[in-house]
């Protein structure tokens, strides 16, 4: 037989298909339909956050917050920083956070345990718990109980009453001051400096009472640590004076000492070796002077003398400055009279007379004796230079060596100036911590707060927590969060069958209609708590084996009794695409099967068959599944011998068939007989196609009911004798892998498939699984077609 016009091809679409067709895009109408389809989960998943959120309100008890602010104040801080030895800056976040842990710290809380004994308050140490708490507390009751005791297991020494006692009280404070530390808050307030302090108690006077308590505590222990740390900086300061007082003294007189051991005592501001280097430059200064100014004044007169008498004469004016010379200045005059004398008689009588020749003489006499006069104040002059040289030279040693005196006493000034460093800074440290210890003795009787109170506690007028609006709300949102979980959960685990794309595109083969739930078939009778039975919503009788029996034969004639019911239209559109694709086949064996048991094969099987018979189509129903005759059950049929008697014993179909007389349907039950397990063999023996090869020359329809792919091979074994199958899944219950993977591995079979029909389906659910458009969006508007006297008897919502 030709199966190229078989729609499948025994390739099923790839595993990546079974999320869907990859796209870019965000499928709205697909997530529309999800959340359309999972609304009643998400619907009872709020209801239940709405039920827990109702108790809690009611299992909890309420919770009173009071609340009170505290100020680091700047302005007190300046106060006391002035007297202050050791000033602190709060203006740091730093400094605000360091005071917020403070008001959380375990000394704080003992303290308000100490003042408010809330150790021995009841309502303190014992507060109404709520559900969820008591249900924590003895769970943990539990777990201690398992826990082993190595105080107990050591044995160690008996403790006496008071010492139980004791421990017992220190046992209670110390849980006290957990729950305060537990319930106590503190936060900043922005970027301001105001701290707010709050404590939560169900007694809305205990948690004023203790709010108080908490501030007037962060205040007395901030003015405490002000006082205790000046007090402790005023005793170092005392010790480290007299220390200070004590090296400062050693260092002045270690001053003094190495000032007169190096001779360096001051006068005027200076040492005596500065001193005398100063004066003798000053005098080598003067010497310098003296000698330039004698030396001058020879070398004037040195040049005149060595010049010549006639010479002298004419410059021996040089001299006439020198007020100690009167002889040079008589001299002179005389020359002058003389010369003019002797001008006025040459140029009155002439050169040679005698009184001019005795002028002439007598002038060369007056020259000769001032050159003399010369010569000799040139010797008195060169002297002069010569001592004032020699004073000079003296005053450059005594100059020289008392510089390098003054070296020597530098170099000692070194250590002296590194001495009196010494003295003077440790003089000014001894300064200033006696100025500090004296403000530190000071602000001990000037003690003051860096914080104060500005909002005092009051009683809260109503209750903090649980707020009724916020628990509703969030128990809302949490259970429509657990709804939506629950339906997504849903649907990822969705991986069955539901609608005709689901057929075309995961399997790849032809989808042949829906066959809705039939209302006999549901024998699964839900139970009420009180072990009453409903069915459809109302009470009703437990089933009997009559009635069960009675609902199983009208399942098997749905198609026959309804014959215009959605359920015949499906078998209908079968039978159509088993003649067009056997239509070369004069008679037509078509095995029906599924993947799984219980997915109701056998009576889409008896129906297929009854629609044939009815149709006057000669139609032979063959019950192939021999390990668990369904059918044969379901049928009420009751033979003694059946398929395996037949094929055994090489019978033809005549000699085991049974007739329904109202559709003329022939039927070959199966009857089993103990455990049978080779049926596999014998549904693909030769005796077996000779019983089929028989029946094909009286018959036009030979629908063989098979076992379960899944769970046996006789179905694979049979299938070189059947021309088609038939496959049946259950809506919204066969796995699309398993049946993927299933014809994926048998190809033989893959081949034949007619096609697949979904069995079992809600209808009131179908229409959430299909796509806009699709024509499960219409079973509505079909349902005037299928209206039948039988409607009855299927469950069907349109």
């Given amino acids: 037989m030709n199966y190229a016009s078989f729609p499948f091809n025994g390739r099923v679409a790839p595993a990546s298909q079974e999320a869907g067709e990859a796209s870019d895009f965000i499928d709205l109408e697909r997530l529309l339909a999800m959340a359309k389809r999972q609304a009643r989960v998400v619907g009872i998943g709020a209801l239940v956050g709405l039920l827990f959120g109702l108790v809690y309100l009611q299992t909890t008890p309420p919770t009173f917050t009071a609340m009170t602010r505290v100020l680091i104040d700047e302005g007190m801080n300046k106060i006391v920083d002035e007297v202050s030895a050791t000033p602190v800056n709060m203006q740091t976040d730093a400094a605000i956070l360091s005071q917020i842990e403070i008001i959380k710290s375990a000394r704080l809380a003992a303290v308000v345990v100490e003042k408010q004994k809330l150790d021995k308050n009841p309502s303190f140490m014992q507060p109404p718990q709520s559900l969820v708490s008591r249900l924590l507390g003895y769970a943990r009751g539990v777990v201690q109980m398992f826990r082993s005791r190595p105080d107990i297991a050591a044995g160690g020494p008996e403790l006496t009453e008071a010492q139980r006692k004791a421990a017992a009280d220190a046992a209670l404070k110390e849980q006290a001051v957990q729950t305060l530390q537990a319930n106590v808050m503190a936060e900043r307030l922005g970027r301001s400096y105001v701290i707010s302090i709050a404590y939560r108690s169900n007694d809305p006077q205990l948690a004023a009472a203790i709010t108080k308590a908490y501030a007037d505590a962060f205040v007395s222990d901030q003015l405490d640590a002000s006082f205790d740390a000046t007090e402790k900086a005023a005793v170092w300061l005392q010790g480290r004076i007299e220390e200070l007082r004590v090296s400062s003294q050693a260092a002045a007189?270690?001053?003094?000492?190495?000032?007169?051991?190096?001779?360096?005592?001051?006068?005027?501001?200076?040492?005596?070796?500065?001193?005398?280097?100063?004066?003798?430059?000053?005098?080598?200064?003067?010497?310098?002077?003296?000698?330039?100014?004698?030396?001058?004044?020879?070398?004037?007169?040195?040049?005149?003398?060595?010049?010549?008498?006639?010479?002298?004469?004419?410059?021996?004016?040089?001299?006439?400055?020198?007020?100690?010379?009167?002889?040079?200045?008589?001299?002179?005059?005389?020359?002058?009279?003389?010369?003019?004398?002797?001008?006025?008689?040459?140029?009155?009588?002439?050169?040679?007379?005698?009184?001019?020749?005795?002028?002439?003489?007598?002038?060369?006499?007056?020259?000769?004796?001032?050159?003399?006069?010369?010569?000799?104040?040139?010797?008195?002059?060169?002297?002069?230079?010569?001592?004032?040289q020699s004073r000079e030279t003296a005053l450059r040693d005594s100059v020289a060596k008392a510089t390098g005196q003054n070296s020597d006493a530098n170099q000692a000034q070194v250590r002296l100036r590194e001495l009196e460093q010494q003295s003077t800074a440790l003089s000014t440290l001894y300064q200033t911590f006696l100025s500090r210890y004296e403000e530190a003795s000071q602000q001990q009787s000037f003690p003051i707060a860096k914080v104060r109170v500005i909002s005092e506690a009051t009683m809260p007028r109503g209750p903090s927590s649980p707020r009724t609006s916020l628990v509703l709300g969030l128990s809302l949102v949490l259970g429509l969060m657990m709804g939506s979980a629950f339906g997504a959960l849903n649907e990822f685990n969705e991986r069955f069958f539901r609608t005709a794309d689901d057929v075309r595109q995961r399997l790849g083969v032809k989808f042949l209609g829906y066959l809705p739930l039939i209302g006999a078939s549901d024998d699964k009778k839900s139970k009420a708590k009180d072990g009453k039975y409903v069915k459809d919503g109302a009470p009703a009788e437990p089933p009997t084996k009559v009635s069960a029996a009675a609902d199983r034969r009208a399942r098997m004639r749905i198609a026959v009794d309804s014959p215009a019911s959605m359920f015949a239209e499906t078998l209908r559109n079968t039978k159509i695409a088993a003649d067009v694709v056997l239509q070369d086949a004069g008679?037509?064996?078509?095995?029906?099967?599924?993947?799984?048991?219980?997915?109701?094969?056998?009576?889409?099987?008896?129906?297929?068959?009854?629609?044939?018979?009815?149709?006057?189509?000669?139609?032979?129903?063959?019950?192939?599944?021999?390990?668990?005759?369904?059918?044969?059950?379901?049928?009420?049929?009751?033979?003694?011998?059946?398929?395996?008697?037949?094929?055994?014993?090489?019978?033809?179909?005549?000699?085991?068939?049974?007739?329904?007389?109202?559709?003329?349907?022939?039927?070959?039950?199966?009857?089993?007989?103990?455990?049978?397990?080779?049926?596999?063999?014998?549904?693909?023996?030769?005796?077996?196609?000779?019983?089929?090869?028989?029946?094909?020359?009286?018959?036009?329809?030979?629908?063989?009911?098979?076992?379960?792919?899944?769970?046996?091979?006789?179905?694979?074994?049979?299938?070189?004798?059947?021309?088609?199958?038939?496959?049946?899944?259950?809506?919204?219950?066969?796995?699309?892998?398993?049946?993927?993977?299933?014809?994926?591995?048998?190809?033989?079979?893959?081949?034949?498939?007619?096609?697949?029909?979904?069995?079992?389906?809600?209808?009131?659910?179908?229409?959430?699984?299909?796509?806009?458009?699709g024509s499960e969006q219409f079973l509505g508007q079909y349902s005037s077609y299928y209206i039948d006297k039988s409607e009855a008897k299927v469950k069907a919502a349109s």
């Fill in 253 to 388: 007189l270690e001053v003094e000492k190495f000032r007169a051991a190096n001779g360096l005592t001051a006068a005027r501001g200076e040492t005596i070796a500065e001193q005398q280097l100063s004066d003798l430059n000053a005098q080598l200064i003067l010497a310098q002077a003296d000698s330039a100014k004698a030396r001058a004044r020879y070398e004037q007169y040195r040049i005149i003398v060595e010049s010549g008498p006639k010479a002298a004469v004419s410059n021996s004016t040089l001299s006439a400055e020198d007020p100690g010379n009167p002889v040079i200045s008589e001299l002179k005059k005389r020359y002058a009279a003389v010369s003019k004398r002797e001008q006025e008689i040459s140029s009155g009588f002439s050169a040679d007379h005698p009184q001019a020749v005795a002028l002439r003489k007598e002038q060369a006499d007056l020259a000769n004796q001032m050159f003399r006069e010369l010569s000799q104040l040139s010797e008195t002059y060169r002297n002069e230079y010569e001592v004032a």
């Fill in 587 to 773: 008679s037509k064996v078509i095995g029906v099967i599924s993947m799984l048991p219980g997915e109701g094969k056998s009576t889409v099987a008896a129906n297929l068959a009854g629609l044939l018979a009815n149709n006057g189509a000669r139609t032979l129903l063959v019950d192939g599944d021999l390990r668990n005759p369904g059918l044969s059950r379901s049928l009420g049929i009751d033979a003694d011998q059946g398929l395996v008697e037949a094929v055994v014993n090489d019978q033809g179909w005549q000699s085991v068939v049974k007739v329904d007389r109202q559709s003329k349907l022939a039927i070959v039950p199966a009857v089993v007989r103990g455990r049978f397990s080779h049926t596999s063999e014998l549904l693909s023996s030769a005796r077996m196609r000779r019983f089929i090869e028989e029946a094909k020359g009286t018959f036009e329809y030979i629908i063989v009911d098979l076992p379960p792919l899944g769970p046996v091979v006789d179905a694979k074994a049979f299938a070189p004798l059947a021309d088609g199958f038939v496959l049946v899944a259950e809506w919204g219950a066969t796995p699309r892998p398993l049946v993927r993977s299933a014809l994926n591995a048998e190809p033989h079979i893959a081949n034949k498939i007619l096609g697949l029909v979904l069995n079992k389906v809600d209808l009131k659910r179908l229409p959430s699984y299909g796509a806009y458009g």
